[in-house]
């Protein structure tokens, strides 16, 4: 039974760019949500995904978007990258978006911006 | 910036020690979730407790919540260096969003 997997696992952007992570619930979840992690900081909410809608939003300018995909999957787009997007992307995956179970994270994705 | 209290926010003790960390929050929970990070990678779930539940153990874990004074706390019991980890609680609120706390960075010397 595979876990919830991001993808890539690290990579690295120049200002203004944009980028598209990935993530694959864990098998039998439908919602996935989205968080920012600062080095040293607590996760950040970027956004809910839960029958291909978006269900909940942090406070993240609309530079930040997503996807969900009809087998669950889900996608993070981050368009004209600033310096301060670099961060750690974690995706979690849950049965149902009312948040009332255990999140399954992934091991995120490592994003640098130079 | 969403976030909730927790403290200390490091710790450093001994192997064997017992490791006890805090987490306040502003206004009324459905429920608590305490989870471990190791550098760098994804966060793990440890334990949930109700609002309705005052205390709730898993091995060598125990978890606490006073919602009365809107806080919980996370006792980690004869500590082992595998225990050297940020600990992070997250607390539901009624609209459904997880708050997360900053963390507490947990070292064990040994």
């Known amino acids: 039974d595979a876990g919830v997997t991001q993808s890539p696992t690290h990579l690295i952007k120049t200002r203004g760019q944009q980028v598209t992570l990935r993530c694959s619930p864990k098998s039998g979840h439908d919602t996935v949500s989205w968080y920012q992690q600062a080095l040293g900081q607590g996760p950040q909410f970027i956004f809910q995904y839960y029958e291909e809608e978006e269900r909940q939003r942090g406070n993240f300018p609309d530079r930040f978007s997503g996807h969900q995909f009809p087998n669950y999957s889900s996608e993070l787009n981050v368009n004209a990258l600033l310096l301060g997007d670099s961060a750690l992307y974690l995706c979690?995956?849950?049965?149902?978006?009312?948040?009332?179970?255990?999140?399954?994270f992934g091991e995120g994705s490592r994003l640098t911006v130079l | 910036s969403q976030q909730g209290e927790e403290d200390p926010q490091a710790l450093s003790i001994q192997e064997g020690e017992n490791a006890t960390m805090n987490c306040s929050y502003k206004?009324?929970?459905?429920?608590l979730q305490w989870y471990r990070q190791n550098s760098g990678r994804g966060l793990v779930h440890l334990i949930l407790?109700?609002?309705n539940e005052r205390e709730k153990h898993s091995g060598r874990l125990r978890v606490t919540l006073d919602t009365s004074k809107k806080s919980s706390s996370l006792l980690i019991t004869a500590s082992r260096a595998a225990d050297t980890a940020s600990y992070f609680c997250?607390?539901?609120?009624?609209?459904?969003?997880?708050?997360w706390g900053a963390g507490t960075k947990l070292i064990i010397k040994p």
């Open positions: 407790i109700r609002s």
């Open positions: 979690a995956s849950s049965n149902g978006p009312a948040n009332t179970g255990e999140l399954f």
């Open positions: 206004t009324s929970i459905n429920n």
């Open positions: 997250a607390t539901l609120y009624s609209n459904y969003q997880l708050i």
